[in-house]
T-cell receptor, first 114, second 115 residues
Framework: AQSVTQLGSHVSVSEGALVLLRCNYSSSVPPYLFWYVQYPNQGLQLLLKYTSAATLVKGINGFEAEFKKSETSFHLTKPSAHMSDAAEYFCAVSASGGYQKVTFGIGTKLQVIP | ETGVTQSPTHLIKTRGQQVTLRCSSQSGHNTVSWYQQALGQGPQFIFQYYREEENGRGNFPPRFSGLQFPNYSSELNVNALELDDSALYLC??????????????FGPGTRLTVT
């Protein structure tokens, strides 16, 4: 079984401030981890993914995430928030092997304050 | 390279009716997954199709069914619609031959409203 927990359904940051979105995962097998972004009335866009290579993963739009097995975490960060980062962010997990079922968290809505 | 497309973008149905949603996978992809995203929730896995057969299913009743065609496009059918079926339905395509990738490419979704 696999699951993810996103801490904080809403996060507000000032423009230029650090963005930190938290995600903890649970998986009985080595996981693949993802962060997706969803803008209003749109589908999901992949920001970055962890597939057991480097533990620090760099993605698009200046985002990065660090896989920490000891903490079962995969938090998403960005050094400086832009207004265009305002969106909903989903952490997701997929188990290695088997079919490609992806389990999503409930999402964190990021608000960027000018 | 053509991305994942879905049709229609919006539709409104009445409780008890049936609906068919369509998805064209990204060029080169052979696997299609369907997700239901209720308002304020994360996407929930419905099922996945590979080689025209169901290749895994989430916790959804049998009135949710699907098809995959030889060109890898797919349909999601929902019978006996209920009010709780109102949601954004997302289709995602991937290449199951890329072992260890599990990366799925999502379409823009179909917004279904059941009244």
């Amino acid at each position: 079984a696999q699951s993810v927990t996103q801490l904080g359904s809403h996060v507000s940051v000032s423009e230029g401030a650090l963005v930190l979105l938290r995600c903890n995962y649970s998986s009985s097998v080595p996981p693949y981890l993802f962060w997706y972004v969803q803008y209003p009335n749109q589908g999901l866009q992949l920001l970055l993914k962890y597939t057991s290579a480097a533990t620090l993963v760099k993605g698009i739009n200046g985002f990065e995430a660090e896989f920490k097995k000891s903490e079962t975490s995969f938090h998403l960060t960005k050094p400086s928030a832009h207004m265009s980062d305002a969106a909903e962010y989903f952490c997701a997990v997929s188990a290695s092997g088997g079919y490609q079922k992806v389990t999503f968290g409930i999402g964190t809505k990021l608000q960027v304050i000018p | 390279e053509t991305g994942v497309t879905q049709s229609p973008t919006h539709l409104i149905k009445t409780r008890g009716q049936q609906v068919t949603l369509r998805c064209s996978s990204q060029s080169g992809h052979n696997t299609v997954s369907w997700y239901q995203q209720a308002l304020g929730q994360g996407p929930q896995f419905i099922f996945q199709y590979y080689r025209e057969e169901e290749n895994g299913r989430g916790n959804f009743p049998p009135r949710f069914s699907g098809l995959q065609f030889p060109n890898y496009s797919s349909e999601l059918n929902v019978n006996a619609l209920e009010l709780d079926d109102s949601a954004l339905y997302l289709c995602a395509s991937s290449d199951i031959r890329l072992a260890g990738e599990h990366e799925q490419y999502f379409g823009p979704g179909t917004r279904l409203t059941v009244t």
